[in-house]
């Protein structure tokens, strides 16, 4: 796949104050695909995103939007642009309705009422759609945030952190929302504190930190290259200590001396020393076990190795 | 021009006015009304004409004026600066908009708002003084030129407020003194020669003796350096927009 809908070269973002936002980001959006961006607070995110969207200026560097420079060919490169913003900025007093049709003009269209319908019964707001934005909670402000960020049936979707502070039902909902979108070829990208998340439904991960791009990859490689799997097998009789036979710097055993963990990847099996090995080995050596399980690591362990390496 | 954008900004800021009808338009209409109650009937009756003009009568395009001026900064800076306060601003500034059709939007919708209530204004203080109008066509072209400067004024504050006090700093501060000290009450041949010439230096003396020549054919200076004044004003603002817009002075960072 390579058919960028984003092209960001060179990005380098210093605000007033001195404070450098962002190093010399380069990064590509495949179209269609969910990205995921990564990443502790105050690493860039935020940033990087407003600066797409046009909101913030540059300091250096090219946004290329579906080949339309985003400074020189705002218009568009901007109309292919939905946004869902972290906060909730929504016009307090407004209505559901008028604020949902208000972003579709603003954004050039023409007024839609079939397709506000279908957004809003998409996001189950319909039946709120003649109420003030002040009498909604929190997670419907949100869907309404949603819902205007679709009103002008954008081809890019930024999710800024949109389900931090909902609940469980909302999530699922709102996941179900831009699956549906991706499969209509909607290019997503998402930032989220919540890594399940992107380890759900992203199709690439990016990691930011502290302004710079540490890594791109696709999730699937990811998980694959960083990720590690642990076996740990419970035995029946604890040892004092492991065998010699056995000693090797994958395989530990715990202080008690009732389990052994084993952790890999798939360099041992590649090198004829895996689980099977293990297992043989164990079985010679009289080790019996009665029980076993095994953990791999998640997004969220892979994130927080790269985070703390770099930092 | 796109058209659509234009709209939506205009009409989502007549409706705010819907919302807020009673402190929008009830409460300026009523206390431009008091005045022309207060200083037209009933002390305007013990005071000589001015001009050939009854007191009432006289004051009624200064009192507009003031109420124009004010109106129009209120409205435009309030609009945009509601937009930031409540972060909603970045729906504006991540549309395919160009920076024209905002102003168009907000500052439009503004001057209408104040022409709105200059029109309604002017339909109750018939009732209380004898109203003339000399030239329409100056009237309706000071009305628009004025609502729409301070219009862009308005605008120009509320991207530099960051506070609701400094919403308030130049209407109130600034633009009321300057008009009450500006020959809405009197004509400025009434004042000693040394503050006649001070007088001028107040550029709403211009604005106000402009309106009023379209009423009743009397004015303090030329018609000529009224709309000259106002022309400047307007050419002023929009020069400053289109600074903030390139730069992006407190909207992006």
């Not at chain 1, 909670?137 to 909902?166: C, W, Y």
């Not at chain 2, 308030?168 to 004042?191: C, E």
């Amino acid at each position: 796949m390579n058919d960028p809908i984003i092209t960001i070269d060179g990005l380098n973002k210093t605000y007033e104050g001195g404070f450098q936002a962002l190093t010399r980001v380069d990064l590509t959006i495949q179209r269609g695909e969910i990205f995921a961006l990564l990443g502790p607070n105050g690493a860039g995110k935020t940033t990087l995103i407003s600066l797409v969207c046009g909101f913030v200026n540059p300091s250096e560097g090219h946004v290329i939007v579906d080949g339309f420079d985003s400074v020189r060919d705002y218009r568009q490169g901007r109309e292919r642009i939905g946004l869902v913003p972290q906060e909730l900025t929504n016009e307090a007093f407004e209505t559901v309705w008028n604020t949902v049709s208000f972003n579709r003009g603003l954004f050039g269209k023409s007024p839609n009422p079939a397709h506000i319908e279908k957004v809003l019964k998409s996001l189950s707001l319909w039946d709120k759609r003649y109420n003030r934005l002040m009498t909604l909670s929190g997670g419907m402000k949100r869907r309404v945030l949603i819902a205007q960020a679709l009103s002008h049936e954008p081809r890019i979707l930024f999710l800024d952190e949109p389900t931090a502070g909902v609940d469980v039902e909302l999530r699922r909902d709102m996941w179900n929302v831009v699956r549906g979108l991706r499969d209509d070829g909607v290019t997503i990208i998402l930032t989220t504190h919540y890594i399940e998340e992107a380890e759900e439904m992203a199709d690439r991960i990016g990691v930011i930190n502290r302004g710079e791009i540490v890594l791109v990859e696709e999730k699937a490689a990811l998980m694959k290259k960083l990720g590690s799997k642990q076996l740990t097998l419970q035995l029946h009789s604890p040892l004092t200590e492991l065998p010699p036979a056995l000693a090797q710097e994958e395989l530990s055993l715990t202080a008690d001396g009732y389990e052994l963990v084993y952790t890999y990847d798939g360099r041992q099996e590649e090198e004829g020393r895996g689980i099977s090995t293990l297992l043989t080995q164990l079985e010679q050596a009289g080790i019996s076990f009665k029980d076993l399980h095994t953990r791999q690591s998640s997004l969220e362990d892979i994130f927080v190795d790269l985070v703390k390496e770099r930092s | 021009m796109n058209l659509y954008p234009v709209r939506a900004i205009y009409m989502a800021e007549m409706a705010r006015t819907r919302r807020t009808l009673l402190q929008s338009v009830v409460s300026p209409v009523i206390s431009t009304s008091l005045s022309f109650v207060v200083f037209g009937a009933a002390i305007g009756s013990r005071i000589t004409e001015i001009g050939g003009v009854s007191y009432g009568a006289f004051i009624v395009p200064g009192l507009i004026m003031l109420m124009l001026l004010t109106q129009s900064v209120s409205n435009a800076s309030f609009g945009l600066f509601f937009s930031k306060f409540s972060g909603s601003i970045y729906e504006i500034l991540s549309a395919p908009i160009s920076y024209l059709e905002i102003v168009v939007g907000y500052v439009g919708a503004a001057a209408s708002k104040s022409i709105l209530l200059v029109l309604i204004i002017l339909g109750t203080s018939s009732f209380f003084v004898p109203l003339e109008i000399a030239d329409p066509f100056w009237i309706l072209t000071f009305l628009v030129l004025t609502a729409v400067t301070f219009s862009l004024l308005g605008f120009i504050i509320g991207i530099w407020a960051d506070g609701f006090d400094k919403l308030q700093l130049v209407p109130l501060l600034v633009i009321t003194p300057l008009t009450f000290l500006g020959g809405s009450f009197y004509s400025i041949d009434m004042l000693p020669p040394f503050w006649q010439s001070v007088t001028l230096a107040n550029p709403v003396v211009y604005l106000v003796s402009g309106f009023r020549w379209s009423f009743y054919g009397i004015s303090d200076v030329s018609l000529g350096a009224s709309v000259a004044m106002i022309l400047l004003f307007l050419a002023a603002s929009l020069a400053t927009i289109a600074w903030i817009f390139r730069t992006g002075y407190r909207l992006k960072p």
